[in-house]
């Protein structure tokens, strides 16, 4: 079935009431800053030449948004609305696979973002290979922007302004007054890198993920308006702010230090890719047998309940207990004695908690391991 007359009808509708204006902006100035001066607290020591740009890679960090005044081409490259493709289209690798199906005005007003962040990897890789430095941090600042955008749930859904729910205007109270407000929060912890393999996949994941965030942002944006008293018209009080924190702000932490992850692991796909580092210089150090061992939950993201595994080296006392980002103790899942080398498995139920990221953490022996959990409603 061709879908194309249905989806030009329903684009010009948008760009006819306004909808599409501005869509192109993404966190921030604060927010990509955030992203690209802290994604360099998880690069190995192979890299210190790229981590020793940090300054450089957060004052240009929204180059990117700014050439959009000189680049027509460039808004499209920060977005990505996943529900206006018919949910049976399989998103291509290939960007010319889908422009001759949909043809640009269409493929642009949805947004190109995968597809610009592996362009940007691509250029980056190359001017890093063959030592055009200036232009590769450049390359490496456009990632981390790109990257971060796709961090922003509200650039990876046709609702990116709340219109079609009746939270106009909650892109920028979201991305800008909330996040510059209680930007000292927004805290990175160095992390475990991801190992990537396939970039436009990587990325068309990370979309997928925050799209499914939108609801999180809008009902969030609903309660901060009960609890204030504001009707959205004029200059949201405090109080609104107050409370929107309240519901977003672990998710928000919480995609932001993704973010970094997400920036620094294309980062180092990046120097492999280029001959700057071998696969071994950048592989995981393997769990060793005497360390305490959590395990990835399964299923995450998940809906209510989702099963950790854990093992400690030596029998002994251990804790397993989920938090908060911000460390308020909202379960404790094991607390007893454990026997050396087995694999236990507990079950977390969430029904009362709310959609956000939380951090299970394991205790045993002196010694404690972390993991992210993500709970979706």
């Known amino acids: 079935m061709n879908h194309f007359p249905k989806l030009v009808w329903f684009f010009s509708c948008l760009v006819l009431s306004g909808f599409l204006n501005n869509h192109a902006f993404g966190w921030g100035n604060t927010a990509h800053k955030i992203i690209n001066r802290n994604a360099v607290r ?20 929204s180059d990117a948004d700014n050439r959009k005044s000189t680049d027509a081409s460039e808004g499209p490259r920060h977005y990505l609305d996943l529900e206006a493709y018919p ?5 291509p690798r290939d960007l010319n696979v889908l422009l001759q199906q949909y043809g640009w005005d269409v493929v642009s007003a949805n947004g190109t973002l995968p597809w610009a962040t592996v362009q940007a990897l691509d250029s980056l890789i190359a001017r890093a290979g063959r030592g055009d430095w200036p232009n590769a941090f450049q390359s490496a600042a456009d990632i981390g922007h790109y990257v971060g955008d796709a961090y922003q ?52 994941d990370r979309i997928v993920r925050s799209n499914a965030l939108v609801d999180s942002i809008m009902k969030g944006d609903n309660a901060a308006k009960l609890a204030s008293g504001w009707t959205g018209s004029g200059t949201p009080p405090p109080a609104y702010y107050t409370a929107l924190w309240e519901k977003t702000g672990t998710m928000t932490s919480q995609l932001i230090q993704d973010a970094t992850v997400a920036v620094a692991s294309l980062w180092q796909y990046a ?11 950048v592989a995981h150090t393997p769990t060793l047998p005497d360390a305490a061992a959590l395990f990835p939950n399964y299923p995450n993201p998940f809906n209510s309940s989702t099963t950790i595994s854990f093992r400690v080296p030596e029998s002994g006392h251990a804790r397993v207990t989920v938090h908060t980002l911000l460390g308020q103790e909202v379960a404790v899942l094991f607390d007893g ?29 002196g010694r404690s391991e972390v993991q992210r959990l993500s709970l979706m409603k």
Do not use: K
Request: with cysteine.
């Open 42 to 61: 998880h690069l190995p020591s192979a890299m210190q030449q790229l981590a020793s740009q940090q300054t450089y890679l957060a004052d240009h960090a």
């Open 271 to 281: 120097w492999t890719q280029a001959g700057l580092m071998t696969p071994l210089t």
């Open 87 to 91: 949910p049976s289209v399989q998103l």
């Open 337 to 365: 004695a454990a026997a050396g080398g087995t694999v236990y498995r507990v079950r977390f139920e969430a029904p009362r908690l709310a959609t956000g990221m939380y951090v299970c953490r394991l205790q045993s022996n």
């Open 153 to 204: 749930p509200l650039h990876c859904t046709v609702n990116y302004d709340g219109r079609m729910t009746g939270n106009d205007g909650i892109h920028s109270r979201y991305e800008s007054g909330l996040v510059n407000q209680y930007q000292s929060l927004l805290t990175v912890m160095a992390d475990t890198l991801d190992p990537v393999t396939d970039p436009y996949l990587y990325m068309l």
